[in-house]
């Protein structure tokens, strides 16, 4: 049976419950993709930093919107849960563009984007999601619209008013048409309650070594939990170990735990 984008949709927009977060270990190509999804990902987010990186680009706003956009439906066409992708401010300068790289993303089959503010005005943004929306809306299709906000990522503003801050963008940016709220950085438990608390749609949070588990991050509320440019990092640090023993040592150790090659040759064989 094939599953088609609305299912899919309609599924991923499902998952997003404190009961049981949807958890996402980002991918950045196919290969990582396959990996992830036969470790029984229910969906697939796409990581930018880690897309960039695979394309010999550095993270933020440099990729191009064809190079992201060919990688986003390669992905989508390797696997059969949903994909929701990471488009950083939206590739384009104003919301015109945004409305673009939306439609484009629909088109590949994608269910779901990220959008960050970064540095912008909370109020470009709020522009910028506007237009995604209205962009699903007239493609006639079911987007996941996920609104990042960096607040905390980047240390904005007076740490005493920080929670207000980014409170008060989410409120923004649900009214533009988000509908979750994706707040990184954050991993102070009464502070990740406060955010789930008070805003009305699901909030995501980035998790990583030290970070509430998964379970945890739902009893505070959370309903997507992220592991962003982590795996990629991860990833990246196996390669340089490898590389260092074989230069240093010239031993090989490090290579013991890699996935067996017909395992993976077999992920990446045939129709999946």
Known sequence: MTITQPDNA???RSLHTPAAPLALAN???VASARVIEAAGAPAIATTSAGVAWSLGSPDGDILTRDQALKLI????????????ADI???YGKDAADVAETVARVLAAGAVGVNI???TRPPAELASRLAAARQSADRAGADLFLNARIDTFLFGLGDPDTRLKETLDRAHLYVDAGADGIFVPGVTHTATIA?????ISVPLNVMAGPGAPRVAELGALGVA???LGSGVAQAAYTAAR??????FGTGGYDSLAEGIAFPELNALLSGPH
């Not at 439906?73 to 929701?84: D, E, F, G, K, L």
């Not at 406060?194 to 008070?198: E, G, I, K, N, T």
């Open 73 to 84: 439906a390669r992905i989508v066409a390797a696997v059969a849960v949903p994909v929701t």
């Open 88 to 90: 950083e401010g939206g």
């Open 224 to 226: 997507r939990v992220s």
């Open 194 to 198: 406060a955010l789930a608390r008070d």
């Open 10 to 12: 309609r599924l991923f």
């Open 116 to 118: 960050e503010d970064g």
């Open 241 to 246: 170990r490898a590389a260092q023993d074989l």
């Open 27 to 29: 991918a950045w190509d």
